[in-house]
């Protein structure tokens, strides 16, 4: 028994430490953020109990409903200090309001892809919150560093959602680890233990996770939604050009198969005009929201590459405690 306990702490000692700016979390983790929808308060709450980062995405939901899911998983994480952050796509039209209502909650940090507004760092120093880019190249991640950054999250090929390379994670990410001060995140097809460890030796400082924590019980999409990602089987992901005007990787059903054709036009019901710029081929928006209602056939449901990996649906914190162990055994 007695050995049993000190083994356990020698255990947790060992754990890497994901730090930058004032977050200093338990587990080299950051979970992704994925909208329309897919984490929420519901979500980020729970990778923060289990000793992560946990981020709320901002897409496709309103400035009031962000303010409401903040402070819910605020609440629901703070007993344990877990660290809650905000994902603010910069392609969308709200991208400013959205990002001074998240530092007005006092958010622990904020997280944007999709393009890069100096303005971001700025607000973020102005509230001392720290502001990190996704990147997918050196150019872009030294861009970021030299505008503020706090540090970036290098994604590969292998992400689920929009992609901004066609590089494999483990290709791209030493160039940023060698071109930048400071921290590096790596993200796109982390699935193991293993991963983590091949990610922190080529010299990152924590992984993101997206796929892998949509198959929780905590995760706010809904269960068909969940179910597509343990059906999925090989070669079931396909990439898509959205009306964002990048390509996204996402799971083949009734949808795809008829945008694949990028020639194809598809009637839009309503317009919100939420994105800066949109090829109006069709409505990305309705269709991320469809998928978030459950009619997963004729909705985009966003995976990454090895998405058929996910056998079953499990807590937020049985898939970082398997993670840690594997990560500890391949060390």
């Given at each position: ?87 603010i796509l910069f392609a969308v039209k709200d991208f400013a309001e959205k990002m001074q209502a998240a530092l007005e909650e006092k958010v622990d940090f904020i997280i944007s892809g999709a393009g890069i507004s100096r303005d971001m760092y700025a607000w973020g120093k102005a509230h001392n919150t720290p502001v990190i880019s996704i990147v997918s190249s050196a150019k872009v991640a030294r861009l970021s560093e ?186």
């Amino acid at each position: 028994m007695i050995r049993s306990h000190i083994m356990k702490e020698v255990f947790i000692l060992e754990l890497p430490i994901l730090q930058f700016g004032h977050i200093k979390s338990r587990v080299p983790i950051m979970q992704g953020g994925m909208g329309v929808g897919i984490s929420l308060s519901g979500l980020a709450a729970a990778v923060a109990n289990a000793g992560g980062i946990g981020t709320i995405s901002g897409t496709g939901i309103t400035i009031e409903e962000l303010r409401s899911h903040i402070r819910k998983a605020r609440e629901e994480s703070k007993e344990r200090m877990g660290y809650i952050g905000v994902n603010i796509l910069f392609a969308v039209k709200d991208f400013a309001e959205k990002m001074q209502a998240a530092l007005e909650e006092k958010v622990d940090f904020i997280i944007s892809g999709a393009g890069i507004s100096r303005d971001m760092y700025a607000w973020g120093k102005a509230h001392n919150t720290p502001v990190i880019s996704i990147v997918s190249s050196a150019k872009v991640a030294r861009l970021s560093e030299r505008l503020g950054a706090s540090a970036v999250v290098v994604e590969g090929f292998e992400a689920g959602g929009h992609l901004g390379t066609d590089r494999p994670l483990f290709d791209i990410l030493p160039e940023v680890v060698e071109a930048v001060n400071i921290p590096v995140i790596a993200a796109g097809g982390i699935m193991t233990g293993e991963d983590i460890a091949k990610a922190m030796r080529l010299g990152a400082s924590g992984v993101q996770i997206g796929t892998h924590f949509v198959a929780s019980h905590e995760c706010d999409a809904p269960l068909a939604f969940k179910q597509m990602y343990v059906d999925a089987k090989q070669d079931d992901t396909i990439l898509v050009k959205t009306t964002v005007g990048l390509y996204g990787r996402a799971i083949k059903n009734r949808l795809t198969d008829l945008i694949s054709n990028e020639e194809t036009k598809l009637r839009i019901k309503k317009c919100h005009k939420c994105l800066k710029i949109c090829s109006f081929r069709f409505c990305t928006m309705e269709a991320l929201n469809n998928a978030i209602i459950g009619d997963v056939q004729n909705g985009l449901v966003f995976a990454g590459s090895r998405v058929q990996e996910i056998k079953e649906i499990r807590s937020v914190q049985q898939i970082i405690d398997k993670l840690m162990d594997e990560y500890q055994e391949v060390r």
